[in-house]
């Protein structure tokens, strides 16, 4: 098995290959909208920052919008900052009130809603943003949309061509919006705000639209309307008296603006006690999906939160089936990508858990832990497409030894790989003191599924916890030979390249010092002696390289990669004698060089492989046939080799072929 150890780096995130919630892993992201504009997922939600000095420290603060965009749910691009506070020409620049916003096309063109206090007075007004392409640059209206004072913009672009603003501001309300999309169809009236007790009565204002009737009792906000066949859809955020933390909710109706039936959440209350939540929901290639924001990177502050995504699926009569959040989330994860089994589809049990890497910075991520042998996490939908010759990469952390195996589809499944986490250490690859400190270890796979399929690590030992897993595309330093290949030819600068190889013979060297002149040639003795052409596995290749890499070779058939004895050999095919000419090798550990049964040449000591790093006497490559084979001995070291022959003026030889 290959055990190779290397440090464990830093985990950095980027918003490549991520499927699992939450979405956006390097900032806090809040008050999701998605929209599909082009076949392609746009996400407009607002951006909590921790509050800077004078801003009230517990509260929310948000002070500009990004975009991100994606095709598959999986890789999201940040298309960077669209608005921000101090471009806002009727907003407080220092505010910091920059709340969920969205975004809708018509026509062509993209209109950005989104609140911010005014310069002047209190409370908050809705502002437009216009662009020509969906992540902008947009362009700010000089004025707020007349008639709207509240927070949470959600517009609606009907099939006939109408548009509607709904908003959160003494209760929930909506309005037909003009053909423009910054003014409000209908007439405003002026109203007397509700008194709100400790606070100065606020001056009238001028209102436009109406409530939105049928809606339950308590605490509303943040509505986002859609339509799904002839059912129009409000929903919103709503707490339960008994409760006292947000739900999401949703009510029915046959029209745009109601009046409403209400039908029952969609989510219920988080369990971990965030105060709220704030969401959308999106269809996309056939499948809808819940948009909405969790507390996951900063579990003791529910003002900073982070987007999440996951199914939903509805009743026939077109009422929504309740969404349990999940840590999987949804896209397919490639598993070229790095796949993190903490954010995991299905567990053993409660004894598994998962903490974070690193308690003072969240965004570290997350591990899981295995605490005994036959526990397991499960992680659906990965896809193995396009991986032929892989090999798995995971980052591990354990105090004793133990097993653990990367299973397909359930915890019985077969087997892609399986890993040995080894901390006692042997052959110098791994150091007593790694004990408890992240390894990334790799491991050969001995199975490769076929396209999307689920992956279960299940724990074959002792505890074992686990950062993340990867699995890699080996780059192809062989090829394999048929029994009726044509004939090849040494390369352009005379290297010979197809080699057959026998299965490596692990070998219990701690040093290379060892390798003297007398020791080698007892060594090779002996195992010449025993070396039978008929027993262990050969291997017939043509490398991709001009030095044949034996732990390269090792790697790929399931060995360990180094210490090992390696039996090399070729036929060398030659139109005639060729008189006077000199073998030229290099070899990474000790090797000795045999051509037709006698010995041509010994590199001896602890070698790092140097092109033609020992040339032999002259030598006869008769007409026909010629057999050529070495054998190669390495301890901590990894093995390879590189031969050619030269000719009487030292210029490489290329007039034979190699069978």
């Not at 436009?208 to 955020?237: I, N, Q, S, V």
């Not at 195996?405 to 790694?434: C, L, M, P, W, Y």
């Amino acid at each position: 098995m290959n055990k190779f150890l290397t440090l464990a780096f830093a985990l950095s995130f980027s918003l490549g290959a991520v499927a699992q919630n939450p979405v956006i892993r390097d900032q806090y992201t809040a008050d999701p909208t998605a929209r599909v504009f082009g076949g392609r997922v746009y996400l407009y939600p607002s951006h909590d920052i921790f509050p800077p000095q004078g801003q009230r420290q517990d509260w929310f603060c948000m002070a500009d919008y990004h975009v991100f965009s994606s095709e598959n749910l999986t890789d999201w691009t940040d298309h960077g900052v669209i608005v921000s506070q101090e471009q806002v020409p009727w907003g407080k620049a220092d505010g910091y009130s920059m709340w969920a916003p969205d975004c809708v096309e018509k026509q062509g063109r993209y209109y950005f809603y989104f609140p911010n206090g005014p310069k002047s007075g209190r409370g908050f007004a809705i502002g437009v943003a216009v662009a020509d392409r969906p992540e902008g640059p947009f362009t700010l209206e000089p004025e707020p949309i007349r008639g709207v004072s509240g927070i949470d913009p959600c517009a609606l672009v009907d099939r006939d061509g109408k548009a509607y603003i709904y908003w959160s501001g003494m209760g929930i309300r909506g309005a037909q919006l003009k053909d423009n999309m910054k003014e409000l169809a209908g007439e405003l009236r002026e109203i007397t705000p509700p008194h709100r007790e400790g606070q100065p009565q606020m001056p009238k204002m001028l209102v436009g639209g109406e409530e939105m009737k049928g809606l339950p009792e308590g605490f509303k906000e943040g509505p986002f309307a859609f339509r799904r066949g002839d059912w129009y859809y409000l929903t919103f955020p709503w707490v339960r008296k008994e409760k006292g933390t947000e739900t999401l909710a949703y009510a029915m109706s046959r029209s745009p603006l109601g009046p409403w039936d209400f039908k029952g959440l969609i989510m219920q209350e988080h369990t971990n006690g965030c105060w709220t939540n704030h969401h959308s929901l999106v269809e996309y290639r056939g499948e809808w999906f819940l948009f909405y924001h969790h507390n996951d990177y900063s579990p003791r502050d529910d003002k900073r939160r982070s987007v999440c995504i996951d199914r939903v699926s509805f009743n026939t009569d077109g009422t929504i089936r309740e969404v349990t959040p999940t840590l999987r989330g949804v896209g397919v994860s490639k598993a070229t990508a790095r796949i993190e089994p903490d954010r995991y589809s299905a567990v053993s049990g409660p004894s598994v858990t998962v903490a974070f890497n690193d308690t003072a910075n969240t965004f570290m991520g997350w591990h899981a832990t295995l605490p005994q042998k036959g526990s397991w996490v499960r992680y659906d939908k990965v896809d193995f497409s396009g991986l032929t010759d892989g090999y798995l990469v995971i980052n591990v952390k354990a105090d004793a030894n133990t097993l653990l195996s990367v299973r397909e589809k359930n915890n019985k499944g077969k087997v892609i790989a399986h890993v040995d986490v080894t901390v006692e250490g042997q052959q110098g690859q791994f150091r007593r003191d790694n004990r408890g400190k992240w390894m990334s270890l790799t491991a050969p796979m001995t199975y490769h599924p076929k396209g999307v399929t689920d992956i279960v690590i299940t724990c074959d030992g002792k505890p074992v916890s686990i950062d993340w897993l990867q699995f890699k595309q080996r780059p192809t330093y062989f090829t394999p030979v048929a029994a009726n290949a044509a004939p090849s030819q040494p390369d352009e600068r005379g290297f010979i390249r197809r080699w057959q190889l026998r299965e490596p013979i692990p070998q219990n060297i701690r040093s290379n010092t060892i390798f003297t002149n007398t020791w080698l040639r007892e060594f090779f003795a002996d195992e010449l002696s025993k070396l039978n052409p008929k027993k262990g596995k050969w291997y017939s290749l043509e490398s991709e390289n001009y030095n044949m890499k034996l732990f390269r070779f090792a790697e790929k058939y399931g060995r360990q990669a180094y210490g090992n004895l390696f039996w090399c050999q070729t036929v060398i095919d030659c139109p005639e004698d060729i008189e006077g000419v000199r073998l030229a090798a290099g070899s990474n550990g000790a090797s000795m060089w045999w051509l037709n049964d006698e010995e041509v040449l010994l590199l001896e000591g602890d070698r790092r492989m140097v092109e033609d790093d020992g040339v032999s006497s002259r030598l006869k490559l008769k007409k026909g046939r010629n057999i050529l084979r070495c054998a190669v001995v390495n301890g901590p070291g990894l093995s390879d080799f590189c031969v050619r022959f030269l000719d009487e003026s030292g210029k490489e030889l290329r007039n034979f072929v190699v069978l």
